[in-house]
């Protein structure tokens, strides 16, 4: 069982940053490909980029793209999603999920193992 640990949330004004990090301490993260999902109050949870393991190479949501970066620090066991341009539409609860396997993929059922989640909120 691989346990997540999602942090960084917080209020920010638009235009703002913010960087999010997802932590385990049981396992390797490198083993995994690690991705981000975020969940707006009535809406489902949508997939907001991923990182691959090995490679690092990533793959992001239309929505966040150029925005939105995801980095990976196998040796501390950290993912990283760094937030710019933020938007009051980026306001939801941010996930990290991992899966093993190599592929990035875009559904959360994809995902074995998910965090508690941190909640973003951009003010207009």
């Known amino acids: 069982q691989v346990q997540l640990v999602e942090s960084g949330g917080g209020l920010v004004q638009a235009g703002g940053s913010l960087m999010l990090s997802c932590a385990t301490s049981?396992?390797?993260?490198?083993?995994?490909?690690v991705g981000w999902f975020r969940q707006a109050p009535g809406k489902e949870r949508a997939f907001v980029g991923a990182?691959?393991?090995?490679?690092?190479?990533?793959y992001y949501a239309d929505s966040v793209k150029g925005r939105f970066t995801i980095s990976r620090d196998d040796a501390k066991n950290l993912v990283y999603l760094q937030m710019n341009s933020l938007k009051p539409a980026d306001t939801a609860a941010y996930y990290c999920a991992a899966r093993s396997g190599y592929s990035i993929e875009t559904r959360d059922t994809s995902y074995d193992y998910w965090g508690q989640g941190t909640q973003v909120t951009v003010s207009s």
């Open positions: 049981e396992r390797t993260l490198g083993n995994y490909v």
């Open positions: 990182i691959r393991r090995s490679s690092g190479a990533t």
